[in-house]
T-cell receptor
């Protein structure tokens, strides 16, 4: 079967750095997305990785290792507004999007 | 302003009644999707459409129906056959297929009493 694993919940301190991991076992791979979702709201796009390596976009960076079936989202200089769920999603060989359950990130002052 | 809209934000229905959730986009996107999200869970795909007058079942299509008569619109009907319809419903669109970024509407929270 297809599976995406993310930690259910993480806690971090305002101003710090946090890394949210995502491991996947899917039938093929055609890209990996990260979305942010605030409680009760719609997900919004953060990043898309299809090649190995690190993609940096402001305070957020996303890393991919296809050989390890692994990605992480790195958030720097955490702000209270970063409290949200972070969803990892993988495009499989049939070009279907497989979603993880999401990681709820709690930021403490 | 381009975007994707869903209405209403909150919807209450009695058990046994069908209900239709609206989804409209003016992004000129070909693909549209319906997801269901339950507390503490990820998104589960109900139906998707890559082109007008064509749509495919997702992972949890039972008890739901859709239509795609216009490029801009992809309404979802939750029928009385859906055993546990209370959930948060999200509509999304993308320019092409699964490798394209999806843009989401604000969601409809359906409560069946």
């Amino acid at each position: 079967g297809q599976n995406i694993d993310q930690p259910t919940e993480m806690t971090a301190t305002e101003g710090a750095i946090v890394q949210i991991n995502c491991t996947y076992q899917t039938s093929g791979f055609n890209g990996l997305f990260w979305y942010q979702q605030h409680a009760g709201e719609a997900p919004t796009f953060l990043s898309y990785n299809v090649l190995d390596g690190l993609e940096e976009k402001g305070r957020f960076s996303s890393f991919l290792s296809r050989s390890k079936g692994y990605s992480y989202l790195l958030l720097k200089e955490l702000q209270m507004k970063d409290s949200a769920s972070y969803l990892c999603a993988v495009v499989d060989s049939n070009y279907q999007l497989i979603w993880g359950a999401g990681t709820k990130l709690i930021i403490k002052p | 302003d381009g975007g994707i809209t869903q209405s209403p934000k909150y919807l209450f229905r009695k058990e046994g009644q069908n209900v239709t959730l609206s989804c409209e986009q003016n992004l000129n996107h070909d693909a549209m999707y319906w997801y269901r999200q339950d507390p503490g869970q990820g998104l589960r795909l109900i139906y998707y459409s890559q082109i007008v007058n064509d749509f495919q079942k997702g992972d949890i299509a039972e008890g739901y129906s859709v239509s795609r008569e216009k490029k801009e619109s992809f309404p979802l009907t939750v029928t009385s056959a859906q055993k546990n319809p209370t959930a948060f419903y999200l509509c999304a669109s993308s320019k092409g297929g699964a490798s394209d970024e999806q843009f989401f509407g604000p969601g409809t929270r359906l409560t069946v009493l």
